[in-house]
Each structure stands twice: as structure tokens, then as C-alpha cells.
């Protein structure tokens, strides 16, 4: 018997607690916690805002993710007002209700709550669920409350009438102006595949960029590169333009809109869409532009800096009219976009592609820069080599200097417009800036994309020219467009194979050392330095052996008399010969002046012999044991502050020293001479206190 109640008590524990389950949950959350609207106001489609003030009801539609105005005209909707209207919806919540059919107890009706004929009626539609169209709710908005701001809503199923916060009808009931978005172009930089800009009259062009491979290109009225950067903020200032204001009745004044009017014609085409702005005639009353706008996430929506114009314009596909502020700049840009907007750089080509560079000039043989094939020592980078072509000889190579020709690609790949001075030249003009016997021609020959450098791909030529007004003007062979360049360039772009040549002319192998050094005077027949290699330390510690210790070739040690000379040389003669050493081992030039040893050079413009002898004996070590040798250069008298040239009969060139080696040199030859700076000074002393 007890077991038999038991069960009956827990069957009837389980039944209660699954009806309070169904009843808890039938209830939606916002209606529990003192909400009016359901469901509903999570997904809209459709707002419709009815007001008795106003003629026509306003309607609001979500079109994927914007809401749009369908009525009364179609325009984009303000996105904060929306959601300003949104979230009033969602959160609105009763704080005080009594139902309607008590009100006829207290001889009231709907009538006294401005219900019955309410201001404000609001329409609400949910998104289509599959095939089910859904209910829409309306809400009725009456009067206001005689206490607090509060006014009267009449509930969707109309059995109850709620007070809520009067902030709702705050947002429903703004200007249609200020549900207007003011934004004109909504796609994104990122977004737009092309710009179109079309020019009014008198002069009517039409400029058309596009978006390929990265890289901005104009389509018409030129086949070219645009400037990516330009372009790209030309159409963030187009994402920026704002609406300062829109023209409600255009018969109220003249909006300039006719095709003789006109000033601009911009459309900006994205993913499956396009927007385009009809700019036409200046407002001749102006006004000062609102200040920039914000968008969701805070950043500020600033126009480029400068004066700023109100024009009329109106969208194509749309009816109203508006007033747009346009930067000076933005119009300038977009009026001349064909210039404005067009790469500067009248080159286009990889850098890393290119396998020779052929320069040409008049009356010079052709110099070739050949690039060669990595090494397993530089396995990343590539050498060159200079290839000279004489009609009475064969090719000659010579190693080239890897810098300068990078730097020389460098200059190639910045060489940029300074004027585009023709699209379309005519040959008298060709003529003129100087192309029917060009200054210099410049062959750049490029490798298949992935492919060795000996493999054979396109190649560019461009042509320099000199005009008869003595300006510089560049073109290629394809396409036909003039430009005008510094008049620099020729100078950066010497056909000289000196200018090229690998400044190492020498580099001694890690186990040379050099033994000795011995300076002379040529005009005075007098040595200046004569010490034997390594020198020895001041401290009397073992020397080493030109980055050797001595310890290891003690055969080779210097005599003790010359070791005792070599310790007593000042520091800054100690200082001299080890830079000496140091570029002997590296002999580097600054530049080449000659491509042969000459018994004289030019110094101050008259031929001089040469005026000092260097000579450095060598310790080389080969496969027969240790070899000597003696290297010898020849120095001029200092040329200036920073020239002075040598001459090298062993390698047969006559080039200028880099500073180190020059500065050397001066402390060697005028050290004993030069009196060192001037004394301090002295105070005189005080006078004698009286």
C-alpha cells in the first residue's frame, strides 16, 4: 500500500514539475522581464513609422546587411539612426499597465490615451523563416503621460496599455533628413575593381582605371600603369565625401544638374555592383562643410586637407539631389585624372630578372653588363661582368662592381616622369626632343619568370635623348609616350666600363704577408719610410705578423736594428703603416681613371711624373713553399682635398685612393713636418694688487 502512494505522489512530483517546465518556457524572455515586443524585434525586415504629422508613412527595408528607405524615395538609411530605433525596440520595457477592458469601468476609453487615432504607428515585420511569411506587429504610440516623461503604448494584441520611456518615439520621429545616410559611396577601397571618371564639358574625357594582378592600370584613353597609392587614396577621399546637405525641392532653386553642367561623372564598380555620382555645378551660395562624420568603430572620416567647394550632385540610380563638399585637390585630381593619377615610373621590371644591361651611345662602343651564374661562395647574390665590343678586336670581360650595378638597376627601376609630355607624338616632335639620334640607348635584357639567368626572356630598351631646348626626354621603343626626366640621368648612366669596373684590384690570400714597406720621394730622391714588417709593439711583446703572431715564422724576424727603429716610430706614424699594410692586402680603388699604366698623370690639369714610390715586399706561399715578391704602386702629389691618384704598372690602371690609403700617406709624407696645432693661449697674468 505504501509502495502503491509513493509512486502515485512521485508520478504527480514529475507531471507538476514538467508543466511549471512548459509554462516557464513559453514565456520569452523579454516578456518576462517586463517586455513588450517578443521575438520579433531580433530579426527585422521591415520597419514602417507612420506618424499623423507627417504625409507619408516612412518606410524602412534590410537589404542583406543595409537597411535602405523605399518610401517615401529610395535612399540608403543612416545606419546610427536605425540602430538607435533597433535597440529602443529591443529594449523597451513596461513600467507601468493596466488592460484595456477595465477602462470602461473608470468611463475611459482609448480616446483619453491617444489610442484610438495614435500620433505614431509602428509596423514591424520579422525576416521570412523558409516559405512562411510572418505576422507583422503593430505598435501604437498615443499621448504623453500628465506625470514624468512617459507616454502611452498600446500592446500588439491591444489588450493592454503599457507606459514606457517617451525616448522611443524620440527616435522614431526624426527629420527624414537625418534617417538619410550621408554617405555617398559605400565601396571599399579593397572592394573596387575599377574607378571611372568622366570630365564635362567643354573638354569631356573619360578615364577609366582598373584593378589587375595587384596593380592599378589604365584602360582608356591610354593603355599605362596608374599610380597604386594615388589611386588608392583618391578613392578613400570618394569613400569620405559626405552630404552637407540634400535639396528637397529642386524647383525651389536651380541645382545645376543639366549635361552641360556637368563636372563630373565618377562611378566605382565593386563586386557585382557599381555606384556612380553625378557631380554638376558649383553652389553659388556656399556654405561652410560639416564637420567629418564617424564611423562605427570610431575612426574619423576626414576629407583631404585644403579648401573644400559644394557642388550639386545626385546619385545615377537615385532620385534626390544634394549638396557634396569637394576637396580642391580630389576635383583637381579627378579633372586631370589621366596625369594625376599615372605611374611616374617610366620603367617596369624585376630587378632580381634581369640577366644584361647594354648601354649605347654615339660614337662609343657598346658596354654590356652580363650577369653571371652564382657561386657556391655566393650561393644568394650574382656577379657581374663588363663585356666591351670594339670593331678592330674581340669581346674583352673584365670583373664588374657588384654595388654599382645594383645601383645602376636602381636608377633604372626610379627613373621616373618629371612631364609626360605625349601620348601620341608626331615625328617632328620626335625629332625635337632629340630621338632620331638618341644620347644613349639602354637594352635591359630580362630571364623568364623561374628561369637561370642564361635563359633567354623579353627585354626593354629605353631611349634618352636631349631636346632642343637642352632638357633630358626619355622614351621606350613600345609604347610611343614621351617623357621629360632630370637632366642628371646621363650623367648616372655613363658608357664607360671604368665607371663599372670592380673597385678590388687586388686581395692577397690569407697566408701572404708582407714583409716590408719602403717610401721614396721621386722628385727629391729621398726615403721616407724604409721598416721592416711586422713592427713590434711598443710594449716589446712579440709582433704579430700581419694579424699572425710572430711566434709562427720566427725565420722571418726582423734585425734587431730595425726592430729597435720600428719601436721607436711616434703612434700616429705606427697608425700609418698599419693602414698601409691593411690596404695594401685589399688595394681598392675609389675610381678608375685610366684602363693602362701611364709614366705621368694629370694633376690640376698639367701632366706630371709620378712624385712617390711605394714598394711592399710579399711572403707568398705556394706549392714550391714560401715565394717573395714586391709589389710597387705609384703616387701622385695630393690633387685636393680628398684626390690623389696612384698607379699600379702590375695591374696596368691609374685610379684614385680611397681616404684611408690618402690619409696615410699625408702622415708619412708630412708627418715630421706638420707642427701640430697651435698652442693654447696663455691668460695673461693679473695685475699687481696696489
Do not use: C
Request: proline fraction near 8%; aromatic fraction near 6%; charge should be negative.
Amino acid at each position: 500500500m505504501r509502495t502503491k502512494v509513493t509512486l502515485v505522489l512521485l508520478f504527480l512530483n514529475v507531471a507538476l514539475f514538467s508543466f511549471l517546465y512548459w509554462l516557464r518556457s513559453s514565456i520569452h524572455p523579454l516578456q518576462e522581464q517586463g517586455g513588450i515586443l517578443g521575438t520579433e524585434v531580433v530579426n527585422l525586415q521591415k520597419i514602417e513609422i507612420a506618424a499623423a504629422a507627417r504625409p507619408n508613412p516612412i518606410r524602412l527595408e534590410k537589404r542583406g546587411e543595409t537597411w535602405m528607405i523605399v518610401q517615401p524615395l529610395m535612399w540608403p538609411a543612416n545606419e546610427f539612426a536605425v540602430t538607435r530605433i533597433l535597440n529602443e525596440l529591443q529594449q523597451l520595457r513596461s513600467e507601468a499597465s493596466f488592460a484595456v477592458k477595465d477602462l470602461s469601468k473608470n468611463g475611459q476609453s482609448l480616446a483619453d490615451y491617444g489610442l484610438d487615432k495614435p500620433p505614431v504607428t509602428l509596423t514591424l515585420t520579422p525576416a521570412t523563416s523558409g516559405n512562411t511569411q510572418p505576422a507583422s506587429t503593430v505598435l501604437r504610440i498615443g499621448d504623453t503621460a500628465k506625470v514624468g516623461n512617459r507616454l502611452y503604448v498600446l500592446s500588439p494584441d491591444g489588450e493592454r496599455v503599457h507606459v514606457v520611456n517617451r525616448s522611443l518615439v524620440e527616435s522614431l520621429l526624426v527629420k527624414l533628413e537625418d534617417l538619410r545616410s550621408d554617405t555617398i559611396f559605400s565601396v571599399a577601397v579593397y572592394e573596387v575593381r575599377s574607378l571611372n571618371v568622366v570630365t564635362g564639358a567643354p573638354a569631356t574625357s573619360k578615364v577609366r582605371i582598373a584593378r589587375g594582378d595587384g596593380r592599378w592600370l589604365f584602360e582608356t584613353p591610354i593603355t599605362t600603369r596608374a599610380n597604386k597609392s594615388e589611386t588608392d587614396v583618391t578613392i578613400s577621399q570618394l569613400n569620405a565625401l559626405r552630404i552637407q546637405s540634400f535639396v528637397d525641392n529642386p524647383g525651389a532653386e536651380p541645382v545645376r544638374l543639366g549635361p552641360d553642367e556637368m563636372t563630373l561623372k565618377i562611378t566605382l564598380e565593386g563586386n557585382n555592383r557599381h555606384e556612380t555620382l553625378i557631380v554638376g555645378g558649383r553652389v553659388r551660395d556656399q556654405a561652410a562643410p560639416k564637420p567629418a562624420q564617424t564611423q562605427p568603430s570610431g575612426t574619423a572620416l576626414t576629407p583631404p586637407a585644403g579648401p573644400s567647394e559644394l557642388y550639386y550632385a545626385k546619385m545615377d540610380d537615385k532620385d534626390p539631389v544634394f549638396e557634396v563638399a569637394m576637396p580642391a585637390s580630389l576635383l583637381e585630381r579627378l579633372t586631370n585624372a589621366q596625369e594625376k593619377l599615372r605611374d611616374r615610373k617610366i620603367l617596369d621590371f624585376d630587378p632580381g630578372a634581369v640577366t644584361a644591361i647594354t648601354l649605347s651611345a654615339a660614337g662609343q662602343p657598346d658596354l654590356t653588363l652580363q650577369r653571371l651564374e652564382p657561386t657556391a661562395a655566393t650561393p644568394q647574390s650574382f656577379n657581374w661582368q663588363i663585356v666591351r665590343r670594339a670593331a678592330d678586336q674581340g669581346p674583352q670581360t673584365v670583373a664588374a662592381d657588384r654595388e654599382i650595378v645594383d645601383r645602376l638597376l636602381q636608377r633604372l627601376a626610379e627613373l621616373s616622369a618629371e612631364v609626360f609630355v605625349s601620348d601620341a607624338p608626331i615625328d617632328t616632335m620626335l625629332e625635337d626632343k632629340g630621338f632620331n639620334r638618341p644620347a644613349l640607348r639602354v637594352k635591359i635584357s630580362l630571364a623568364p619568370a623561374g628561369a637561370t639567368p642564361s635563359a633567354t626572356g623579353g627585354s626593354l630598351t629605353l631611349l634618352l635623348g636631349i631636346g632642343v631646348d637642352r632638357h633630358t626626354y626619355a622614351k621606350l621603343d613600345s609604347p610611343n609616350y614621351i617623357y621629360q626626366v632630370s637632366d642628371q640621368v646621363l650623367q648616372q648612366m655613363p658608357v664607360e666600363s671604368l665607371a663599372y669596373r670592380d673597385r678590388t684590384i687586388r686581395e692577397l690570400p690569407p697566408g701572404a704577408r708582407i714583409t716590408a714597406l719602403k717610401l721614396v720621394d721621386l722628385v727629391e730622391q729621398k726615403t721616407l719610410l724604409d721598416t721592416a714588417l711586422p713592427l713590434p709593439p711598443p710594449d716589446g711583446s712579440a709582433p704579430a705578423q700581419n694579424g699572425t703572431p710572430a711566434a709562427a715564422t720566427p725565420a722571418e724576424a726582423a734585425p734587431a736594428g730595425a726592430e729597435a727603429a720600428a719601436a721607436a716610430v711616434s703612434p700616429a706614424v705606427r697608425a700609418a703603416i698599419e693602414t698601409l699594410v691593411a690596404q695594401i692586402r685589399t688595394l681598392r680603388a675609389k675610381k678608375f681613371v685610366r684602363d693602362e699604366f701611364t709614366k705621368t698623370v694629370v694633376v690640376a690639369g698639367e701632366d706630371r711624373p709620378w712624385r712617390y714610390q711605394l714598394t711592399a715586399s710579399l711572403s707568398l706561399v705556394g706549392g714550391n713553399g714560401s715565394q717573395t715578391a714586391a709589389s710597387t704602386l705609384f703616387f701622385s702629389e695630393r690633387a685636393g682635398g680628398n684626390t690623389e691618384y696612384a698607379g699600379s704598372p702590375e695591374f696596368d690602371v691609374v685610379f684614385e685612393t680611397e681616404q684611408p690609403l690618402l690619409d696615410a700617406l699625408f702622415t708619412l709624407v708630412y708627418g715630421p713636418r706638420d707642427p701640430g696645432p697651435p698652442p693654447p693661449e696663455q691668460e695673461p697674468a693679473p695685475a699687481p694688487a696696489k
